[in-house]
C-alpha cells in the first residue's frame, strides 16, 4: 500500500470505513447515546474485513473511539497469525499497538479491547478523564493512560506523542463517526478507505462516517480525491488521498 510522509514528518493517517449506499455506517443513537445495535455495523463483507485486516497490517497503530470498541467484541489487534507474519515480512512488529480516544475517561474495564493483552493499549483522554480510566485499568499493566488536553482532547498532540513514545508512522483511525469528525476537523486525515455496499438503511439518526459537529460551510469541507476504484462481489472499494491543502 502506497504512501508515505518523509522520516521527519508527522504519521501518516489513515481512515477505513465501509458504509451503506446511503452513507450510513450503524445503526441509530440511542436515547442514551451508545451502544447502537451492534448487529447493524455487521453489514459488510468477509471482503472487506480481509481489507480491514491488511490496512492494519500496513501500520503500526489502529485508533478508535470509546463508543465503537465498546459497542462489540472488538479488540483492534492484527487477526490471525497470517497477517501477523505479514507484519513481521515488513519490519513490523507482529502486533500493532492499540489507541482507544475517551474524553470522560469513563472506560468500561469488562469490553474485550480492554481485557485483550496482546499488545499494548493507550487510552487517549483528557485531563479530567484521567483519574477515572487509570482508576478502571489499574490492574491491566498493557494499559497506558495519557492525557492530551484539558476538557478537549487534542488529536494532534496525541499524535505526536505516538510518534515519539511508541514510533508510530502510520496509523489507521478505524471510526466511530465522532473520533472520525474530529481527525477532519483538526485536518489530520491523509488517506481514506471506504467500502461502499449496497444496502439502504434511511433514518436520519443513524450514523455517518463523520457525526459529531461537522463543517458547516462549503469552503471548510475536506477535499479529497478517488485514487482507486475496484468493485469486489457486491461491493465497491475506494481509495481517496487529501488534496494538498486538505480544503477548498
Ligand atoms: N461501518 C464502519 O466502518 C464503522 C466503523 C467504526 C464504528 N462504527 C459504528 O459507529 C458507532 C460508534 O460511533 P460513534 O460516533 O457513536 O462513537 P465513536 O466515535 O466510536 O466514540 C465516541 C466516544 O469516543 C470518545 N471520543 C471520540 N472522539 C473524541 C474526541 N475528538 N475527543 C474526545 N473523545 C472522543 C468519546 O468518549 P467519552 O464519552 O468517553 O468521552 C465519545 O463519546 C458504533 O455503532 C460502531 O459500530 C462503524
Same mark, same amino acid.
Given at each position: 500500500?502506497?504512501?508515505?510522509?518523509?522520516?521527519?514528518?508527522?504519521?501518516?493517517?489513515?481512515?477505513?470505513?465501509?458504509?451503506?449506499?446511503?452513507?450510513? =455506517?450503524?445503526? *441509530?443513537?440511542?436515547?442514551?447515546?451508545?451502544?447502537?445495535?451492534?448487529?447493524?455495523?455487521?453489514?459488510?463483507?468477509?471482503?472487506?474485513?480481509?481489507?480491514?485486516?491488511?490496512?492494519?497490517?500496513?501500520?503500526?497503530?489502529?485508533?478508535? /473511539?470509546?463508543? =465503537?470498541?465498546?459497542?462489540?467484541?472488538?479488540?483492534? @489487534?492484527? /487477526?490471525?497469525k497470517h497477517?501477523?507474519?505479514?507484519?513481521?515480512?515488513?519490519?513490523?512488529?507482529?502486533?500493532?499497538? %492499540?489507541?482507544?480516544?475517551?474524553?470522560? /475517561?469513563?472506560?468500561?474495564? !469488562?469490553?474485550?479491547?480492554?481485557?485483550?493483552?496482546?499488545? *499494548?493499549?493507550?487510552?487517549? =483522554?483528557?485531563?479530567? &478523564?484521567? #483519574?477515572?480510566? %487509570?482508576?478502571?485499568? %489499574?490492574?491491566?499493566?498493557w494499559i497506558?493512560?495519557? #492525557?492530551?488536553?484539558?476538557?478537549?482532547i487534542n488529536?494532534?498532540?496525541?499524535?505526536?506523542?505516538?510518534?515519539?513514545?511508541?514510533?508510530?508512522?502510520?496509523?489507521?483511525?478505524?471510526? /466511530? &463517526?465522532?473520533?472520525?469528525?474530529?481527525?477532519?476537523?483538526?485536518?489530520?486525515?491523509?488517506?481514506?478507505?471506504? =467500502?461502499?455496499?449496497?444496502?439502504?438503511? &434511511?433514518?436520519? !439518526?443513524?450514523?455517518?462516517?463523520?457525526? &459529531?459537529?461537522?463543517?458547516?460551510?462549503?469552503?471548510?469541507?475536506?477535499?479529497?480525491?478517488?485514487?482507486?476504484?475496484?468493485?469486489? @462481489?457486491?461491493?465497491?472499494?475506494?481509495?481517496?488521498?487529501?488534496?494538498?491543502? @486538505?480544503?477548498?
Amino acid at each position: 500500500m502506497p504512501c508515505m510522509k518523509d522520516k521527519t514528518s508527522t504519521p501518516w493517517v489513515m481512515m477505513n470505513m465501509a458504509m451503506t449506499a446511503d452513507g450510513k =455506517t450503524s445503526g *441509530p443513537k440511542e436515547a442514551n447515546g451508545f451502544p447502537r445495535t451492534p448487529s447493524m455495523s455487521r453489514f459488510s463483507s468477509k471482503a472487506d474485513h480481509r481489507r480491514l485486516l491488511q490496512i492494519r497490517a500496513t501500520t503500526d497503530a489502529v485508533m478508535s /473511539g470509546r463508543a =465503537t470498541v465498546e459497542s462489540d467484541a472488538i479488540d483492534l @489487534g492484527p /487477526g490471525s497469525k497470517h497477517w501477523q507474519r505479514e507484519r513481521c515480512r515488513h519490519g513490523r512488529e507482529a502486533c500493532n499497538k %492499540r489507541i482507544v480516544v475517551s474524553a470522560s /475517561g469513563r472506560i468500561q474495564p !469488562h469490553c474485550l479491547i480492554y481485557q485483550n493483552n496482546s499488545s *499494548p493499549l493507550l487510552i487517549a =483522554t483528557t485531563q479530567s &478523564g484521567l #483519574a477515572s480510566a %487509570r482508576a478502571s485499568t %489499574r490492574a491491566y499493566d498493557w494499559i497506558r493512560v495519557e #492525557a492530551f488536553g484539558e476538557e478537549k482532547i487534542n488529536l494532534k498532540q496525541c499524535i505526536r506523542w505516538l510518534q515519539k513514545h511508541w514510533q508510530v508512522r502510520r496509523l489507521v483511525v478505524e471510526g /466511530g &463517526g465522532h473520533l472520525n469528525d474530529a481527525m477532519f476537523r483538526e485536518g489530520l486525515v491523509d488517506e481514506l478507505f471506504l =467500502t461502499l455496499c449496497p444496502l439502504i438503511y &434511511g433514518g436520519r !439518526h443513524h450514523a455517518t462516517i463523520a457525526d &459529531g459537529v461537522g463543517f458547516t460551510q462549503l469552503s471548510d469541507a475536506y477535499r479529497l480525491r478517488c485514487v482507486e476504484r475496484k468493485r469486489k @462481489g457486491r461491493e465497491l472499494f475506494l481509495r481517496f488521498l487529501r488534496e494538498p491543502d @486538505g480544503k477548498v
